[in-house]
């Protein structure tokens, strides 16, 4: 079996607790305008031309050499590392998967995975078996607005409620985003939504537009979005915590 990445990344410290290696996986069903791993939309590789530039996205790997390139950095996992699976979207691939996840747990090695949850419920049913950590965002959770980021708010509920049923280890993230996740009436929803789902820890972050240039390779612009203010962090660290709810900004 072989999957389409982009990337293995090597130490990283964001992703999850300790030390991590990060698999990007190409392929996500959602279309948010502010990603900034935009190379990560299209499941399939990509070839582009961009000025004097050329170059390719994604590359086939078998899940058994990919497991080697895990394995690469298993001292560094002690303390709590470990393997996170991202991407795009990585739980649209957990059915293929599946054989590399048996064999990692087999070693001991701590799985998290960076999710948007809005996946088909038997993905997450897989995921449950294997994995340590959900570090699941929260966008946008008011139904008249999921088209915005091709979204699916009432599936994204049920998988959250899965994973609360199930007591899994959910850490949300929310992008603050001006006039897509910072409306009045989403800012709502949020709010209400984890009074009711109440996480070890939601993390905050403002967008950045690193993935500029990517966006430009792949003949598109990146949009540009207003400013959010120290003030606005603020208020939603203040919001959170006051439902006794950790809440960090992460400069992610
Ligand atoms: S869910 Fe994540 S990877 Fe998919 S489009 Fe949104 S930001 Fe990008």
């Not at 049913?125 to 294997?130: F, G, L």
């Amino acid at each position: 079996m072989k999957v389409v990445i982009s990337n293995v990344q090597r130490f990283c410290l964001k992703d999850g607790p300790g030390i991590r290696t990060t698999v990007f996986f190409k392929g996500c069903n959602l279309r948010c305008p502010w990603c900034c791993n935009p190379e990560n939309i299209k499941f399939d590789i990509e070839n582009y031309e961009y000025k004097e530039e050329k170059g390719v996205y994604g590359y086939e790997i078998s899940l058994d050499d990919l497991e080697k390139e895990i394995l690469k950095d298993k001292e560094y996992y002690e303390n709590d590392g470990g393997v996170t699976f991202s991407g795009g979207e990585c739980l649209l691939q957990f059915n293929k998967i599946e054989p590399l996840l048996i064999n990692l747990k087999e070693k001991g090695i701590n799985i998290c995975v960076e999710t948007a949850l809005t996946v088909p419920t038997e993905t997450v049913d897989i995921a449950m078996k294997y994995v340590d950590e959900f570090i699941v965002d929260i966008k946008i959770l008011d139904e008249k607005s999921e088209h915005k980021v091709n979204g699916n708010v009432t599936l994204y509920k049920e998988n959250v409620k899965k994973l609360f049923d199930n007591n899994s280890k959910v850490i949300f993230r929310i992008p603050l985003v001006p006039e897509y996740t910072m409306t009045k009436e989403n800012m709502k929803e949020i709010i209400k939504f984890l009074e009711q789902y109440k996480a070890e820890k939601v993390e905050i972050f403002k967008i950045h537009r690193l993935g500029e240039k990517k966006y430009k390779t792949l003949g598109k612009e990146m949009q540009e979005f207003l400013e959010v203010s120290n003030n606005e962090i603020e208020e939603m660290i203040g919001k959170i915590e006051d439902l006794g709810i950790k809440a960090e900004y992460c400069n992610i």
